[in-house]
């Protein structure tokens, strides 16, 4: 059994103190730490800022099916290297994760990685075709325990069987996320409609299309009184209908990508397939309404929607592209600029919008938890002082549209019950194993 | 003269750069109506025209100007563009890199094509577009001010802009390359443009644009008295994409009839850059009346292409020696 004392470490912005780490929990804090951690090994971190390891509700770790993009060994170092404990796998993969069979097969092969927890996703539907639910309950009692349902990628477009999945999820206390983009009007759609599509002339993607879907589905989760989320809102009008309806008391939560906080739809101009995401990147004014959301509670947390491609599936003209761009490794440091560097906010709120509230919609008692004596050891240490360039290096695709950029926040070590699964800036060589009592 | 390294946007031209085309393109005019209708400039050159989209008239005239001017022509027909759909648009490019293209004329069905194949580094010779989805044709705008010049100088053009002049672009606008194009080069060169279309045609946010947008065609006409109307393509799919309910309403409301032919002044230019849907957008009246530009447009076609061949291709040699 490993024991780490993390000397001089800053839990969540407060003063420094020390943390003594035994197996898999977190022994003692503060005084008691140093007096029974005498033969621990020492982890000076001084300048550091613990926060509970992260929680992504939002990846695409792409297997089963398309594992030229990612895996979930791929996807999940590259969690562990962006400060991350635990990952939500999209059902996108082929097979669709709409039966147990499939959500346990991630949630096996996360196990056998140790990089993080995979909490895998269900699909809503089957075949993710929008036409039948999909075997939720069967997904929900499986040893990968889904809570979160999602057609990601697609939208539970029909309002009935939206209705529908909505009112069952509530028999185990389950969440339908919604990818929220009204089908007709977006046929064809490649970026943003506003000013920039315009004069590119590229088929627009309007804001009222995911505005409308929000807009319908809060109004069923009041009328059902089941639990909503939100994904990858990107628009300053879905911002208004998410207050509306946390003040209406609909249990609603939202979800912001790193790329919505910080990217805008001038990028297209460079018909660069990299900035080629679904929902598109908006405008600036879409971005400072989401970094005030965020930081005012409508929005809950920052998810990553790591959306991993292979180089020709980006190497080429704008409308042949794929939708999507990679996140694990970035969010943290996004999150720290938006956050943090720009005096608009505070750790607290940060450990919160990427630890405690993922955890907490997800359902993942053993993620998110305080960083106090007696939780899982999960933690991410942070320096706060530190810029570095934005690159993404384990995951297996490098769609990164952040390449070029120079951001805070340093994710420095990452610990995963109690393994560091990122130690001094690089990744293990080997995950936790989970057969072994405990430690690295 | 200012050497381009592309043309992929009529924007790449300042006023200067696209004073200097026109007066080129006027010079290759000259050449067109000599006998002996060809200049040794491009000799040992070789142009790709690399369709990825069927354009019989735009590929012959890029083919008929690469080849006045001595330039050996190679028409590379390639249909269906994406990944899925065969050989992407880089293998492509990186086969006629290797084959030793100096320039390639692309016309492509997705917006941007052009732009990154320039920008790529998978091909080092010019790039012209002509014509990227619903982005840009800039040799089209080119001719068509070409057209305006002519109509309006004779054979005093050269030197001129189109300062003060007023275009009317009437159509689809929304999915239009044409208009794109227009826009930009009339502005750069100083013309009033007018946009008119159902509001369905026009971008949602038009709001960066340089242009007064009308939904009244006759209003139009009357209140503004344009110099010049240009009328788009209609395309039918569009009527089942629900932008208008038939191709009857689009004539009587949009469409350029005889009726509409009356409130042109007698000197206006009445242009479509082809091909044409008679009765739709435009009636036979109208196509074939003495305001209309048609055929000009595509005689001037092949003179401004030679002239942006000749600048893309022809290195520092001066127009004086043609």
Not at chain 1, 242 to 265: M, S
Not at chain 1, 362 to 367: A, F, V
Not at chain 2, 215 to 226: A, E, I, R
């Amino acid at each position: 059994m490993s024991n780490y004392l993390l000397k001089n470490v800053s839990l969540v912005g407060q003063a420094p103190t020390d943390v003594l780490i035994s197996g898999e929990h977190i022994f003692a804090v503060g005084s008691d730490a140093a007096k029974q951690g005498a033969s621990a090994e020492v982890i000076d971190c001084t300048g550091l800022v613990a926060v509970p390891g992260l929680v992504d509700l939002h990846t695409h770790l792409r297997e089963p099916g398309f594992e030229a993009s990612e895996t979930v060994l791929t996807g999940t170092r590259s969690a562990a290297a962006g400060g991350f404990t635990a990952v939500h796998a999209m059902a996108n993969t082929s097979p669709v994760a709409d039966t147990a069979g499939v959500v346990e097969q991630v949630w096996s092969l996360g196990l056998a990685a140790g990089f993080a927890d995979v909490a895998p996703v269900g699909a809503v539907t089957v075949g993710l075709e929008g036409k039948q639910l999909a075997e939720l309950a069967a997904m929900a009692d499986s040893r990968a325990q889904v809570r979160v349902f999602s057609d990601d990628g697609k939208c539970v477009s029909d309002p009935l069987l939206m209705r529908r999945a909505l009112e069952y999820v509530k028999a185990f206390d389950g969440v339908v996320a919604q990818h929220a983009q009204e089908p007709r009007l977006t046929e064809g759609a490649q970026m943003n409609e506003g000013v920039v599509s315009a004069e590119l002339g590229l088929a627009g993607w309007p804001a009222v299309a995911e505005e409308s879907i929000i807009a319908r589905d809060v109004l069923l989760a009041g009328h059902v009184g089941s639990r909503l989320h939100v994904c990858h809102l990107s628009t300053a009008g879905s911002v208004e209908i998410v207050r509306w309806a946390k003040a209406r008391g609909i249990n609603v939560t939202a979800e912001v990508t790193p790329h919505h906080l910080l990217l805008t739809d001038e990028l297209a101009r460079s018909y660069d397939a990299v900035y080629k995401v679904n929902p598109p990147l908006r405008t600036q004014a879409d971005v400072f309404a989401l970094r005030e959301a965020l930081i005012d509670g409508t929005i809950d947390i920052i998810a990553t929607d790591h959306a991993p491609h292979p180089d020709e599936s980006k190497d080429c003209e704008w409308s042949a592209a794929a939708f999507g761009m990679l996140g694990l490794e970035i969010a943290a440091s996004v999150a720290f600029d938006v956050l943090i560097d720009s005096g608009a906010s505070h750790w607290q709120r940060y450990a919160e919008v990427l630890s405690h509230n993922p955890a907490q919609i997800g359902r993942l008692s053993q993620q998110g938890q305080p960083l106090v004596a007696g939780s899982i050891a999960n933690i991410a240490l942070i320096d706060p002082t530190k810029r570095r360039d934005a690159v993404s290096t384990e995951s297996k695709s490098s769609n990164n549209p952040y390449l070029g950029l120079t951001l805070g926040g340093e994710v420095v070590h990452t610990i995963y019950r109690g393994y560091f699964t990122k130690r001094d800036g690089s990744v293990a060589a080997v995950g936790r194993d989970h057969t072994a009592k405990a430690g690295n | 003269m200012s050497q381009l390294n592309h043309l992929l946007s009529a924007a790449d031209l300042s006023r200067d750069a696209a004073i200097n085309l026109l007066d080129i393109a006027e010079t290759m005019a000259s050449v067109n109506d000599r006998e002996i209708k060809k200049l040794p400039t491009l000799r040992g050159k070789t142009v790709v025209n690399l369709f990825f989209e069927d354009s019989t008239r735009t590929r012959i005239s890029f083919e008929l100007a690469a080849k006045r001017l001595s330039a050996d022509v190679i028409n590379f027909s390639a249909k269906g563009s994406s990944v899925s759909k065969g050989e992407s648009l880089k293998d492509t490019a990186q086969t006629l890199e290797a084959m030793g293209a100096d320039g390639v004329v692309i016309r492509h069905s997705a917006s941007g094509a052009a732009y990154t194949l320039a920008h790529s580094g998978w091909i080092n010779g010019s790039i012209v577009n002509a014509g990227d989805g619903t982005h840009e044709h800039p040799t089209q705008a080119l001719l068509d001010a070409f057209t305006i010049r002519r109509r309006l100088h004779g054979a005093a053009s050269t030197g001129k802009a189109l300062d003060g002049v007023k275009v009317a672009i009437v159509g689809d606008v929304l999915h239009s390359r044409v208009a794109r194009s227009n826009l930009l080069l009339l502005n750069t060169l100083g013309a009033e443009v007018h946009l008119v279309a159902p509001p369905t045609l026009l971008p949602a946010d038009a709001s960066g644009w340089n242009a007064q947008i009308h939904y009244d065609l006759d209003g139009m006409l009357h209140t503004v008295k344009p110099d010049a109307v240009m009328m788009l393509r209609v395309q039918l799919e569009r009527m089942n994409a629900a932008y208008f309910p038939s191709e009857r309403e689009y004539a009587r409301v949009w469409g350029f009839n005889a009726d509409r032919l009356a409130l042109l002044g007698e000197k206006a230019l009445l242009m479509h850059p082809g091909p044409m849907n008679r009765g739709l957008e435009i009636s036979a009246a109208a196509a074939d009346s003495p305001n209309s530009t048609v055929l000009e447009q595509v005689a001037n076609g092949v003179s401004v292409r030679m002239a942006v061949l000749f600048n893309l291709l022809s290195g520092e040699r001066s127009i004086d020696n043609v």
